[in-house]
Structure formats: structure tokens, C-alpha cells
């Protein structure tokens, strides 16, 4: 008997495998399954093709966490965050005249991934980042100057991925990475 040709829109991507084995690291991490549920979830997650074999691991496990949003907004004025501060999964920043800066190197992210949303006018703003994130600018609108970040591949693996999308006008964002 032929086989039937696949539905292209059922088959997964590497970000659909990539957030199953998450899921399932943070179950097994949480205590909800055990270690040998956790590789042969794995090797379901590994080996699927389509949405159907990526569900069948995941459909035991607890639901997911709904992400966490913020927004900080100033017409005018400074908007500072540093420190241990705690950043949410989506990360809100408005800012009309004012300058923006952004410490996150000894922030506390619970998360793989932040996205920082932007939406400047005419301040300046900068970002440290942790010093193994990798981070992600393709997405992000500039008026007047470019971003100033220099690639820098993460000293070790596992470091959160930073997302900074959003518009801005006449200001300038410089990244950096934190030194220690």
C-alpha cells in the first residue's frame, strides 16, 4: 500500500523540537517525571516529525506557566533597572524623551528567553546583557542610528536568549555585554 505524502503544515520546525525538550527538562527538573520518562521523552521529541509525535511526550506533563509581562513607561525622564531585579518572560520599555538603561547581568531570569519590546523617540538607551546570553536584534526598528552591539559568543551554554524587538526614533541603543 503507498504511503500518503505528508501535510507540510504538520510537520515541526527546530523551535517546536527545542521547546519540547525544554518542557521537558523543566519537568524533570520540577520532579513531575523521572529520569527514565525524561529520556524517553527525549527521544520521542528527537525522532517526531510532525505536531501529533511531538504531542504524545509532552501530553502527561503539567501545563506550561503562562509568561509574565511588564511595562515601564515614562513620558519623560529616566527609566533604571539594576541589580538583582526580576525580569519577566516579555519585558514592555516606553519611553518618549527620556534615557533608558537596562542592567540585567545580576538580574534574576527564570526564563530561556526574554523579549525585550522597545518603543523610544528620542532618548538613548542601554542594554547589559548577561555575559553568556546571546542576543537578538533582527526584529528591531531604528529611525536615525543603528545599534551599537558587538557579537560575542556566549562563554559557556545555557544562557538565556534576549530578544529586543520594537521602534525607535531618533535615540541610539548600545548593547553590552556584562564583563564577569
Same mark, same amino acid.
Given at each position: 500500500?503507498?504511503?500518503?505524502?505528508?501535510?507540510?503544515?504538520?510537520?515541526?520546525?527546530?523551535?517546536?523540537?527545542?521547546?519540547?525538550?525544554?518542557?521537558? +527538562?523543566?519537568?524533570?527538573?520540577? =520532579? !513531575?517525571? @523521572?529520569?527514565?520518562?525524561?529520556?524517553? =521523552?527525549?527521544? +520521542?521529541?528527537?525522532?517526531?516529525?510532525?505536531?501529533?509525535?511531538?504531542?504524545?511526550?509532552?501530553?502527561?506533563?503539567?501545563?506550561? #506557566?503562562?509568561?509574565?509581562? %511588564?511595562?515601564?513607561?515614562?513620558? %519623560?525622564?529616566?527609566?533604571?533597572?539594576?541589580?538583582?531585579? +526580576?525580569?519577566?518572560?516579555?519585558? #514592555?520599555?516606553? @519611553?518618549?524623551?527620556? #534615557?533608558? !538603561?537596562?542592567?540585567?547581568?545580576?538580574?534574576? /531570569?527564570?526564563?530561556?528567553?526574554?523579549? /525585550?519590546?522597545? +518603543?523610544?523617540?528620542?532618548?538613548?538607551?542601554?542594554?547589559?546583557?548577561?555575559?553568556?546570553?546571546?542576543?537578538?536584534? =533582527?526584529?528591531? !526598528?531604528?529611525?536615525? #542610528?543603528?545599534?551599537?552591539?558587538?557579537?560575542?559568543?556566549? @562563554?559557556?551554554?545555557?544562557?538565556?536568549?534576549?530578544?529586543?524587538? =520594537?521602534?525607535?526614533?531618533?535615540?541610539?541603543?548600545?548593547?553590552?555585554?556584562?564583563?564577569?
Amino acid at each position: 500500500m503507498p504511503t500518503l505524502p505528508e501535510d507540510p503544515s504538520s510537520l515541526i520546525s527546530e523551535d517546536d523540537r527545542d521547546g519540547a525538550t525544554r518542557r521537558l +527538562q523543566e519537568a524533570y527538573a520540577e =520532579g !513531575h517525571i @523521572s529520569h527514565q520518562a525524561l529520556d524517553e =521523552g527525549l527521544h +520521542q521529541v528527537l525522532s517526531a516529525r510532525t505536531n501529533s509525535e511531538l504531542a504524545a511526550p509532552l501530553a502527561s506533563l503539567p501545563a506550561e #506557566k503562562a509568561p509574565t509581562t %511588564s511595562t515601564i513607561a515614562a513620558a %519623560s525622564g529616566r527609566i533604571r533597572r539594576r541589580g538583582a531585579w +526580576q525580569v519577566p518572560r516579555i519585558l #514592555k520599555v516606553a @519611553s518618549e524623551f527620556g #534615557k533608558v !538603561h537596562l542592567d540585567l547581568s545580576r538580574a534574576v /531570569i527564570e526564563y530561556p528567553e526574554v523579549d /525585550i519590546e522597545l +518603543q523610544l523617540g528620542t532618548g538613548r538607551a542601554k542594554i547589559t546583557v548577561p555575559r553568556d546570553a546571546v542576543v537578538d536584534v =533582527g526584529d528591531l !526598528h531604528t529611525g536615525w #542610528k543603528d545599534v551599537r552591539y558587538r557579537f560575542r559568543p556566549p @562563554s559557556r551554554p545555557g544562557g538565556p536568549r534576549i530578544r529586543i524587538t =520594537g521602534a525607535m526614533g531618533f535615540g541610539r541603543l548600545r548593547i553590552r555585554h556584562a564583563r564577569r
